[in-house]
């Protein structure tokens, strides 16, 4: 296993995905950006890095790391595209291949992907192609990115078929989960990345699911509950990674809301109009829903989940999305584009009840649309 050298700190965490070999560690604390230096390079020591980040990360963040790494003795090179999820395409990812080509990125230096989801997802699908594959970093600045999308391997871009369709596997050799910046984060984007924070605790976790409901105020607030919070998800990803780390088996779980949500998301076209996670929110209260229309759950747990993603600002329904959408037929059509379709079988994450979630093969096509056409009234 690569291990960092350890920087003494006690307001730290530290947890490891299981992998063998390629086994790495998930790090959560406070200022942890400005050590990323040494660690990176306790695990390669003179490797040159090329930093993928976005305008808004890079305002903010960009000149600690840059330090860091300059005191750590190594060279670095910024490629900075624009914020938000229309980068995750074709055009970008050519843009950062060519850019980091440019800067000499070899076999034994390394990407460090600095941002939320979409500079991760970028990123880690820029470094599996790069040279058939170089090493990298996940140095999250969301919530969502520290809890998910950093942890596991999965990278990508969108196509105009839908989400993340285009990728590969590809492990971090090091997650670096800074806690201190997401004080600087939109409320909405922290609201964002809650939604995969209480996913955790619907899909197998009852009992995170209720300490959620009595201290996300606390969670939203910072310190030790924040931290708690994050740990625990990062917990129960690195868990399922370790188990399957190519999704061929329960690690579909971790996709509870993604079926409805990513459809949602095509549907907005990617934009300002939906995030991901609000996208995630809307679709684990239709999973819920769903469930409870086919008898699988009671109507109560599927109130309990809306009830607690409306408390803390998310939306729940369809209704919630300003804007025009696609008609049934047309999220029919985005659902059948999702990946964990097979042979035009539909498949959902569903729910016996609150952390009860299971693997749904074969759904009818009929109740789905007739459930949305509910929903859309």
Excluded at 165 to 188: C, E, K, M, N, Y
Excluded at 354 to 374: E, H, K, N, T, Y
């Amino acid at each position: 296993m690569n291990k960092p050298a350890d920087i003494a700190r006690a307001d730290i965490t530290r947890l490891s995905v299981g992998l063998g070999s390629r086994s790495y560690d998930i790090v959560i604390g406070p200022h942890l950006l400005e050590e990323i230096g040494a660690r990176i390079a306790s695990l390669r020591p003179g490797a040159r890095v090329g930093i993928v980040t976005d305008a808004h990360v890079a305002e903010r963040h960009l000149a600690t790391v840059e330090a860091s790494l300059k005191a750590a003795g190594l060279t670095s090179s910024a490629i900075v595209v624009a914020p938000g999820e229309g980068s995750k395409n074709f055009a970008t990812f050519e843009h950062v291949i060519d850019e980091l080509l440019g800067a000499r990125i070899e076999r034994r230096d390394l990407v460090l992907a600095l941002g939320g989801g979409v500079i991760g997802d970028l990123s880690g699908f820029a470094a599996a192609a790069l040279r058939r594959g170089v090493d990298f970093v996940q140095a999250p600045t969301s919530l969502l990115a520290q809890v998910d999308s950093s942890v596991g391997g999965k990278t990508g871009i969108n196509s105009r078929h839908g989400k993340n369709l285009v990728g590969a596997f590809h492990q971090p050799i090091l997650v670096l989960a800074d806690t201190s910046v997401l004080d600087t984060l939109p409320l909405r984007e922290f609201r964002s990345g809650y939604a995969e924070v209480a996913k955790y605790g619907l899909i197998d976790n009852a009992a995170f699911f209720a300490w959620l409901e009595r201290k996300w105020k606390d969670v939203f607030a910072g310190g030790p509950a924040r931290i708690e919070a994050i740990a625990t998800s990062c917990a129960a990803k690195a868990a399922v990674v370790a188990r399957d780390e190519l999704e061929t088996g329960d690690r579909a779980l971790l996709n509870l809301g993604h079926t409805f949500g990513h459809a949602l998301e095509a549907g907005a076209g990617f934009s300002q109009r939906l995030l991901h996670g609000e996208a995630v929110a809307i679709g684990m209260a239709q999973a819920f829903r769903f469930s409870a229309a086919q008898g699988l759950c009671s109507p109560d747990d599927a109130a309990r989940v809306s009830v607690h993603l409306r408390a803390v600002g998310l939306p729940t329904r369809i209704a919630d999305i300003p804007g025009e959408l696609p008609d049934t037929d047309g999220l029919m059509r985005l659902i059948g584009q999702d990946k964990k379709v097979s042979r035009g079988a539909l498949t959902f994450i569903l729910a016996r009840g609150i952390g009860q979630s299971f693997i749904a093969r074969d759904v009818d096509p009929a109740a789905v649309r007739a459930f949305l056409d509910a929903e859309r009234a």
